[in-house]
């Protein structure tokens, strides 16, 4: 199977709080990705995932690759209203990608 | 930057009628793909390309068509359209097969 599991499937939370949403399959991935995708736009890519156990830093959004490569996760640190969005995680395998269904994320201020 | 562009931006149709959702890219990606988005399941692969003359099945396929005559154009054809293809409709390129994609802003389709 595909499946990509995103959890959880909302979170509303006060400006300046820290978070984390998770990416879990039950198998193994080559890569991951994940995007972020604001109302009335498309996706926007925020990095990609390689290596097992692999830690990358984006500014205030830290995220991890599991060790045995079936799982992600992002955490933010002191979240803003600008990080408000749906956050996606990708995988690809054999010419196509496969999408989780997200994780609704509102900052109020 | 155009990047990728999709119009219509929002489309009504009744049942059975058909029309032609248009996408084009200007960075001379080889790979497009059509996904369409549907509240909590995320992106479904419909269609894909991994260049011009060729096209392949995603998941989601039955009821809509590509072709791809040039690297900068990848439309979806609905034939006969149906209320279940309400939906938000994405257009993606990459310079790899593996990504990371480039998305369009999507075309919101409601069929009635």
């Known amino acids: ?109 | 930057n155009a990047g990728v562009t999709q119009t219509p931006k929002f489309q009504v149709l009744k049942t059975g009628q058909s029309m032609t959702l248009q996408c084009a890219q200007d960075m001379n990606h080889e790979y497009m793909s059509w996904y369409r988005q549907d509240p909590g399941m995320g992106l479904r692969l419909i269609h894909y390309s991994v260049g011009a003359g060729i096209t392949d099945q995603g998941e989601v396929p039955n009821g809509y068509n590509v072709s791809r005559s040039t690297t900068e154009d990848f439309p979806l054809r609905l034939l006969s359209a149906a209320p279940s293809q309400t939906s938000v409709y994405f257009c993606a390129s990459s310079y790899s097969i593996s990504g990371p994609l480039h998305f369009g802003n999507g075309t919101r389709l409601t069929v009635t």
Request: net charge positive; proline share 5%.
């Open chain 1, 1 to 109: 199977t595909q499946l990509l599991e995103q959890s959880p499937q909302f979170l509303s939370i006060q400006e300046g709080e820290n978070l984390t949403v998770y990416c879990n399959s039950s198998s193994v991935f080559s890569s991951l990705q994940w995007y972020r995708q604001e109302p009335g736009e498309g996706p926007v890519l925020l990095v990609t995932v390689v290596t097992g156990g692999e830690v990358k830093k984006l500014k205030r959004l830290t995220f991890q690759f599991g060790d045995a490569r079936k799982d992600s996760s992002l955490h933010i640190t002191a979240a803003q209203p600008g990080d408000t969005g749906l956050y996606l995680c990708a995988r690809y395998n054999f010419n196509k990608f496969y999408f989780g269904s997200g994780t609704k994320l509102n900052v109020k201020p």
